[in-house]
Each structure stands twice: as C-alpha cells, then as structure tokens.
C-alpha cells in the first residue's frame, strides 16, 4: 500500500508563496492529484497528473512530482485560498489521499 | 453535476442507503467512487462502482459492510452501509471517476449521516 503524509498545517502571507508537500514511497511512479476544501463545502480537483489545470483553476498554482514528494505551489495567496488541500495518488484500483494540510493566510 | 440525497440520522445497527443522481455527461462512461469525511478528519476513499458494468472495489475496512450500485435508467449510484455505529458518522461524498486522467471530479455537494441512539 501507499501512505501519503502532509503537513497538518501550512501558514503564509497574503501575496506570499504556499508550498505544501506530501510525501510517499517512489510518488513520483504515481501521477498526484490535489483538492481544494474549503471549509462546508465538498472537495474540489485543483491539479492533476502532478501539473495539470483543471479548466478555471488559476495559474498561481502550479505543482511538481520528483523523488519521494509531491508539492503544491500557490503563488500570490490570497485569503480566498484559505482551505484544505488534500493529496491523493492510486494504488492499483484505489485512492489513497493524504490526511490534509489546513492552509491559513495571515 | 452529481446531487445527493439529503441528510440521513439512524440508529446504531440500522442501514443507510445514500443516492448520487448524474447529469450533463453520458453517465455509463463513469465510474463513480464514494468518499467519507468523518467530522474533523480527512479523507477516505470507501470504494468504487462502474456505471457501465456495475463492477466493484471496496476498501477492505469496507468490504463486509457497503454495496455500491448503478441505476442506468435514472442516472444514479448508491451506497449502502449496513450494521452502523457512531464511528459512521460522516459526510458521504460520490465523486465521478475519469481511469483515463486518474481524477475524482466533480464531486456531490455531500450527505451527513448521522448516527445516534
């Protein structure tokens, strides 16, 4: 199996870079995905295959895959980015998510 | 866009069978996985069901307890849990799963199960 680990918290600055890790065994054999929750509401996909854009996600973030980890980049935070962000890679046919990073701008 | 059923509250013991109703895209292309977010606490994926097949993959933690199904004819996956404890409370999420680009999207705006006696 694969555990993913992530910091349970992350804090920056408004107009800062947020860097949030997660690391598993060989992640980079994996293509990661992130998801974004913010608070009461249902998780949303904000990259995939380690790098990609969904549609209307914006460029301040950015995401690599090398080694052991995964890292999600979020350029010019921004309060609104205030959420939960949550790793998740497959093992076989199923998902394996981190346990999640709280993502505070102040 | 996937709308779920509304808030379920049960007794320890009993069953709950949470819906997961598709539209805009052709429903029997998908898979569709389930996941759970227990109050406070991250993530866990509990399986998945083909739209197309009806084939399945359970967690392990999961196996003995949860049925997942499709209903081509209305566009809907379930999820039934059996044998509920306190343990089980959660907000239940169905998201639609695309193999080719490995991501759960979009996902159901989630159903709190609730379980107490």
């Known amino acids: 199996s694969l555990d993913l680990t992530q910091p349970s918290s992350v804090s920056v600055s408004p107009g800062q870079t947020a860097n949030i890790l997660c690391s598993g065994h060989n992640l980079e054999s994996k293509n990661v995905c992130w998801y974004q929750q913010r608070p009461g509401q249902a998780p949303r996909l904000i990259m995939y295959?380690?790098?990609k854009r969904p549609t209307g996600i914006p460029e301040r973030f950015s995401g690599t895959n090398s080694g052991n980890t995964a890292t999600l980049t979020i350029r010019e935070t921004q309060t609104v980015d205030e959420a939960d962000y949550y790793c998740?890679?497959?093992?076989?046919?199923?998902?394996?998510f981190g346990g999640g990073t709280r993502l505070t701008v102040l | 866009q996937l709308k779920q059923s509304g808030v379920e509250v049960k007794k320890p013991g009993a069953s709950v069978k949470v819906s997961c109703t598709a539209s805009?895209?052709?429903?029997?292309?998908?898979?569709f996985s389930w996941v759970r977010q227990a109050p406070g606490q991250g993530l866990e994926w509990m399986g998945w069901v083909s739209a197309y097949t009806g084939d399945t993959t359970y967690a392990q933690r999961f196996r003995d307890r949860v049925t997942m199904t499709a209903d081509t004819s209305t566009n809907t996956v379930f999820m039934e849990m059996r044998s509920l404890t306190s343990d089980d409370s959660a907000i239940y999420y169905c998201?639609?799963?695309?193999?080719?680009?490995?991501?759960?999207?979009?996902w159901g705006q989630g159903t709190l199960v609730t379980v107490s006696s």
């Open positions: 805009g895209f052709t429903f029997s292309n998908y898979g």
């Open positions: 998201a639609r799963e695309s193999r080719d680009l490995e991501i759960l999207d979009p």
């Open positions: 998740q890679a497959w093992v076989r046919t199923a998902a394996v």
């Open positions: 295959q380690d790098s």
